[in-house]
T-cell receptor
Framework: DVKVTQSSRYLVKRTGEKVFLECVQD?????MFWYRQDPGLGLRLIYF???????EKGDIPEGYSVSREKKERFSLILESASTNQTSMYLC???????????FGQGTRLTVV | QKEVEQDPGPLSVPEGAIVSLNCTYS??????FMWYRQYSRKGPELLMY????GNKEDGRFTAQVDKSSKYISLFIRDSQPSDSATYLC????????????FGTGTRLKVLA
């Protein structure tokens, strides 16, 4: 079975903190993605990676960075958390471009 | 105009009904189409993946793509209360990048 695992289901962080969200997939997929999901706005792409150590900005990269040191792991970093980054964060992976994307269970981040 | 339009609902139906969920899109270059089911506070779960026009059936679910009308549908037969969730459509293959474009989701309630 396809498995994408995010390190936390719920997180509460303070404004200004550096936050790490971790995602691991066990399917040997080439591509990994980070999205945020907000009511009325749907899923918005933050960053994606099509290979180890490769990354591309998505539609809303400001305030975020990513790291992909190993094929199975893709980390999202909030350099200095702000309240407008309170959201549901979703990691996904896919084997090839335009094939099915599989999602993790999501991390609900609250910044206070 | 959004690239993908999806009625947010909520759509309420009695148990056993046939449900029709729809998305329209504006970019005729999309070639790959997906439907996801998302329960509250969980990550999206892939239900159907189709390429180009036509129908695909999997159990109680049928996905239909009409590229000439830029319209995709998901039909659920013999709907169950456990089908109550938000359904997201997604598409890709337009820009030569790795991007998936998501609808904002339709909330479905199946009443026992």
């Amino acid at each position: 079975d396809v498995k994408v695992t995010q390190s936390s289901r719920y997180l509460v962080k303070r404004t200004g903190e550096k936050v790490f969200l971790e995602c691991v997939q066990d399917m040997d997929h080439e591509n990994m993605f980070w999205y945020r999901q907000d009511p009325g706005l749907g899923l918005r792409l933050i960053y994606f990676s099509y290979d180890v150590k490769m990354k591309e900005k998505g539609d809303i990269p400001e305030g975020y960075s990513v790291s992909r040191e190993k094929k199975e792991r893709f980390s999202l970093i909030l350099e200095s958390a702000s309240t407008n980054q309170t959201s549901m964060y979703l990691c996904a992976s896919s084997p090839q471009p335009d094939t099915e994307a599989f999602f993790g269970q999501g991390t609900r981040l609250t910044v206070v | 105009q959004k690239e993908v339009e999806q009625d947010p609902g909520p759509l309420s139906v009695p148990e056993g009904a046939i449900v029709s969920l729809n998305c329209t899109y504006s970019n005729s270059a999309f070639q790959y189409f997906m439907w996801y089911r998302q329960y509250s506070r969980k990550g999206p779960e892939l239900l159907m993946y189709t390429y180009s026009s036509g129908n695909k059936e999997d159990g109680r679910f049928t996905a239909q793509v009409d590229k000439s009308s830029k319209y995709i549908s998901l039909f659920i037969r013999d709907s169950q209360p456990s089908d109550s969730a938000t359904y997201l459509c997604a598409m890709s293959g337009a820009s030569g990048t790795y991007k998936y474009i998501f609808g904002t989701g339709t909330r479905l309630k199946v009443l026992a």
